[in-house]
């Protein structure tokens, strides 16, 4: 069985600061997909990123970044310079390879004070 | 515009009252799904469906019925609603027929209560 932790439930931090949501996952799978979806206050789910297992390359798109880690089992994504409108629950995902039911992480909710 | 539309958004039933939350995706995706939302528990999987007539559990299927009639549907039913079914339910699809190598587009969500 496939487990995701996101062990920070909520993370509170100033606008501009940099801030990093952690992701550990557990899969005996060698090939696996990592996810992160962002939820707003509005409700819906946005898709941010997709990793297979194996690609640990990093990556950075604007002032969102992640770091995969084999070594660890770690997916964790940083935001620089934080905004208010970052403000938003966002999750962890992972699906083994071949599988079609994805485990998701019970999510880390981010407010970003002005 | 490319959507996956969920109805109804809000909802509040009585208990054993059977009820129908609809989906429709327009972008042809051949893979579907059912996730509930709960505090502190995430989204976990209902159930899925591959293509038209081919469904299968996820996580917490008990309770709940699908079907996949046709490609772009996949209507969620509860036949006889319980209070632990109170919600926060999003339907979800995806391109291609092996959703691990594709986003999942989601549906806005759809808030049941069951009294």
């Known amino acids: 069985a496939q487990k995701v932790t996101q062990a920070q439930t909520e993370i509170s931090v100033v606008e501009k600061e940099d801030v990093t949501l952690d992701c550990v996952y557990e899969?005996?799978?060698?090939?696996?997909?990592l996810f992160w979806y962002k939820q707003p206050p509005s409700g819906e789910l946005v898709f941010l990123i997709r990793?297979?297992?194996?690609?640990?390359q990093n990556e950075i798109s604007g002032r969102y970044s992640w770091n995969f880690q084999k070594s660890t089992s770690s997916f964790n994504f940083t935001i620089t310079a934080s905004q208010v409108v970052d403000s938003a629950v966002y999750f962890c995902?992972?699906?083994?390879?071949?599988?079609?039911?994805?485990?998701f992480g019970r999510g880390t909710s981010l407010i970003v004070h002005p | 515009e490319a959507q996956v539309t969920q109805n109804p958004r809000y909802l509040i039933t009585v208990t054993g009252k059977k009820l129908t939350v609809t989906c429709s995706q327009n972008?042809?995706?051949?893979?579907m799904s059912w996730y509930r939302q709960d505090p502190g528990l995430g989204l976990r999987q209902i159930y899925y469906?591959?293509?038209?007539?081919?469904?299968d559990k996820g996580d917490v299927p008990e309770g709940y019925k699908v079907s996949r009639k046709e490609k772009r549907n996949f209507p969620l039913i509860l036949e006889s609603p319980s209070p632990n079914q109170t919600s926060l339910y999003f339907c979800?699809?995806?391109?291609?027929?092996?959703?691990?190598?594709?986003?999942?587009?989601f549906g806005e969500g759809s808030r049941l209560t069951v009294l």
């Open positions: 990793r297979n297992s194996f690609d640990e």
């Open positions: 469906s591959m293509n038209v007539e081919v469904t």
């Open positions: 972008m042809n995706h051949e893979y």
């Open positions: 995902a992972l699906i083994p390879g071949g599988s079609y039911i994805p485990t």
């Open positions: 979800a699809s995806s391109l291609l027929g092996i959703p691990n190598t594709g986003e999942l587009f």
């Open positions: 899969t005996r799978d060698t090939t696996y997909y």
